[in-house]
């Protein structure tokens, strides 16, 4: 089958040969705001380096600063602000009002839900989203259009009406409707705090952001449009019929973003803007609106390349290796195999005494296998088979009731059984689906794992829904189990080929988690994150910082990354003179902070050939891949390019998709986004087609599971200890982060 990719990019045609502008020095942010807002009108304003350009939009403007012409060739650049300015005007007047700028954001219609209390309250707004980018195309770089839709959620009524409608306001997040002076645009919202009581017609927040006022009036109030607020204002005003309207949103939702559908969008809208003609920014320079850019239209598009899958080992020599994960470990075993102990582990059950027979039936199966009418599945050799261990002792500490309290109490019996015998090496939680919804406080599987942590034991949740699927997805979701188990009890289940040809390449995923405080605080205590790996994909520890305030975490940082890497330098052996390469995914920007930690840190290693790359893995950008001859599968991922396409879209910038039409879970998933990776300007390894390549076999590599993943490990690792640790921090009394710093935060606990 073939493939005709699309971007959602349209050239731009720029004609004219100067700019007017005018230069005055920069002194800081203020002086820049203050100007922006006063010239708005007249000056679209910029900066470069340390001065302030002022680029008129009609002739005869009063000067602001050291007027200037210079060539459209060379200050290319300043297209972009002009354009901005222009198109925001240029919407506006065409009753298309702008929410917000990068992107320029603008408002169309509401779409009903068909639910008439609900459609009162709640909106559901179409929006589009143009960014301005160049675009790194084989023959020129173009500054072009990037199009998309998005469906905005809104809470319609301020919390003045919902009271009169007896809804309950305590406990709820809320947001502030802020003015602006730009008649363009339009206001906006900003969240302050959670509502903790109301009187007379004001709320008092018992949470709120510093300088928003503890008592503010209902009237200017409004629900914030999170999925808790959501459930609990349909629930009031639909009754028995919230459900269903969920169920409709999703729908709409869903019709909105799937790939036939933004496609179509996007050529609608980019139609339109490109039949108003080409649009002036100054006298004798202005812009027109190319056509979408396509692979089947235009031979100058960007060169895609599809990605090869890792090959998996599974032996020290690399003698045993398999394309497929699943398929190597069934014909050879894990890598760790011959070393691996505990051969005998100690496991503690923890289960609702009421759901005890059903989950022994199910442990065995996992224990030695699963077939049907003697016929094996994919798991029928079963955990102890596949893996080569001799047994696994299940001892069962059963709860009075699937409640955080009864969980809590048998995790602490369990921890003291553990104090007075043979140590567990694990912990199995019996939980149920749909308590993933509860608050951490109330979560029993939460408030047991943190109990087990607490004594350095790892936990494995298992959903009592599970027991009851079918044989054939029963035998995929138990391999799935058995991996994580494998991995938590310390083994390797195999590791990825890699590049022979540098000494030693370690890369690391950079992350961290804000705890202790409020959302709504300031004064947030950070724990950086480090998950490290060689470059053939061996785990070799992940490491936290101390809690720390935002002011100390520079210096947490780079003592934990020296820690980190004086422990990796010992366990790779590195010699004097070996060239070491350190590779470092991030899935945030890089700020400052973090690039001058870790260039702080590798100072220690001076005495080796060292090359070093700040990767920024980024998931939010505007960039939408389609391929049109793709129609998916299963009624899932129509016009989704497959898996593993890479390209260069700039200058140290490629895109990658992780997720393709298989990748897709449900048919109401909408067109997935590729990833742009960005390599950081102080990197001094360069090559950004083999690191791209890399961040595909690392995505490849999860222990969490067979399925390949839509991150690569280096980030989803991190993402998943940075998601944990804040939930387990909501626990209060019943957890302290510093017990991370123990032995088990270098397992991989979180999997």
Request: with cysteine; aromatic share 8%; charged share 25%.
């Amino acid at each position: 089958m073939g493939r005709q990719l699309q971007l959602n990019f349209t050239p731009l045609y720029v004609r004219g040969d100067a700019v007017r502008l005018q230069t005055l020095p920069f002194k800081d942010a203020q002086q820049f705001r203050n100007l922006r807002d006063e010239y708005r009108t007249h000056y679209a304003v910029t900066r470069r380096a340390d001065q302030i350009v002022a680029l008129p939009l009609a002739l005869g403007t009063a000067p602001i600063g050291e007027e200037k012409v210079v060539s459209v060739v060379e200050y290319a650049s300043l297209i972009r602000p002009l354009l901005e300015q222009r198109l925001v005007t240029l919407l506006s007047s065409n009753r298309r009002l702008v929410a917000r700028y990068n992107p320029i954001t603008t408002v169309g219609r509401t779409l009903p839900t068909g639910f008439s209390e609900a459609d009162k309250h709640l909106h559901l707004q179409s929006r589009v989203l143009i960014a301005i980018r160049s675009l790194k195309l084989p023959d020129s770089e173009p500054l072009g259009l990037l199009w998309d839709i998005e469906i905005q959620k809104t809470c319609a009524t301020s919390l003045a009406v919902l009271h009169e409608h007896g809804v309950r306001l305590d406990g709820l997040t809320v947001e502030r409707m802020v003015p602006v002076e730009d008649a363009r645009m339009l206001p906006y919202r900003r969240l302050v705090g959670r509502v903790g009581a109301i009187a007379d017609g004001n709320a008092r927040m018992s949470e709120r952001f510093q300088n928003v006022d503890e008592s503010l009036p209902l009237d200017e109030l409004y629900l914030e449009a999170s999925p808790e607020n959501l459930r609990h204002l349909l629930q009031h005003f639909t009754r028995n019929a919230s459900g269903r309207v969920l169920g409709k949103i999703d729908e709409i939702v869903f019709e909105n973003s799937r790939g036939r559908a933004r496609m179509e969008h996007i050529a609608r809208i980019s139609d339109w803007l490109r039949g108003l003609g080409e649009i002036e920014l100054q006298e004798g320079l202005s812009v027109g609106i190319g056509n979408l850019l396509s692979e089947k239209d235009a031979p100058n598009f960007p060169r895609f390349t599809e990605a090869t899958t890792p090959t998996y080992v599974f032996d020290a020599g690399t003698l045993k290796s398999e394309s497929r994960a699943a398929v190597g470990l069934s014909k050879f075993g894990p890598y760790s195999r011959h070393v691996f102990t505990p051969t005998r582990p100690n496991v503690c059950v923890i289960c609702d005494r009421a759901r005890r027979g059903q989950f022994e039936l199910f442990l065995r199966k996992f224990r030695d296998g699963l077939s049907v009418d003697g016929k094996s599945l994919p798991f029928g050799r079963g955990f102890l088979g596949i893996y080569g261990l001799q047994d696994i002792t299940l001892t069962f500490v059963e709860a009075d009731a699937f409640t955080a309290d009864a969980y809590h109490a048998a995790a602490s019996k369990a921890v003291r059984m553990a104090a007075e015998g043979a140590p567990w090496h694990l912990a199995l939680v019996q939980t149920e689906r749909d308590s993933r919804q509860l608050a951490p406080q109330k979560n029993p599987y939460l408030v047991a794992k943190a109990a087990f942590l607490s004594n350095q034991i790892p936990t494995q949740f298992i959903a009592f829904e599970t027991f009851s699927m079918a044989p054939a997805s029963l035998a995929y979701t138990l391999s799935n189990l058995a991996l994580a188990v494998y991995a938590k009890l310390g083994g390797i289940p195999w590791l990825i080929k890699s590049d022979k040809g540098i000494a030693h390449e370690v890369v690391i995923g950079l992350g961290s988690a804000a705890i202790g405080e409020s959302r709504f605080s300031r004064k947030e205590r950070i724990v950086g994150i480090t998950s490290v790996f060689r470059g053939d994909g061996g785990y070799l520890l992940s490491n936290l910082s101390n809690a720390v305030p935002m002011s100390k975490y520079g210096e947490a940082l780079t003592e934990s990354l020296q820690g980190t890497l004086q422990r990796v330098r010992s366990e790779m052996n590195w010699i004097k003179g070996d060239s070491v390469r350190v590779i470092v995914h991030a899935f945030k920007p890089m700020r400052n902070t973090e690039v001058e930690s870790v260039k702080a840190a590798l100072k220690e290693f001076s005495e080796f050939d060292l090359r070093f790359a700040f990767l920024h893995v980024k998931q939010d950008h505007p960039y939408l891949l389609f391929d049109d001859d793709s129609i998916g599968t299963k009624g899932r991922g129509e016009k989704t390019p497959i898996r593993g396409l890479f390209a260069e879209v700039g200058h140290n910038e490629t895109l990658l998709t992780l997720t393709g039409p298989q990748q897709l879970k449900r048919p109401t998933d909408g067109l997935p986004k590729p990833l742009l990776l960005s390599l950081h300007r102080d990197s001094t390894f360069t090559d950004i087609i083999y690191l791209t390549k890399q961040v595909y076999w690392f995505s490849n590599h999860s222990w969490r599971s067979f399925l390949p993943a839509a991150m690569p490990v280096t980030i989803y690792y991190s993402d998943l200890v940075a998601g944990l640790l804040g939930r387990l921090d909501r626990l209060g009394s019943r957890w302290s982060p510093s017990v991370m710093l123990g032995k088990i935060g270098t397992t991989r606990w979180f999997l």
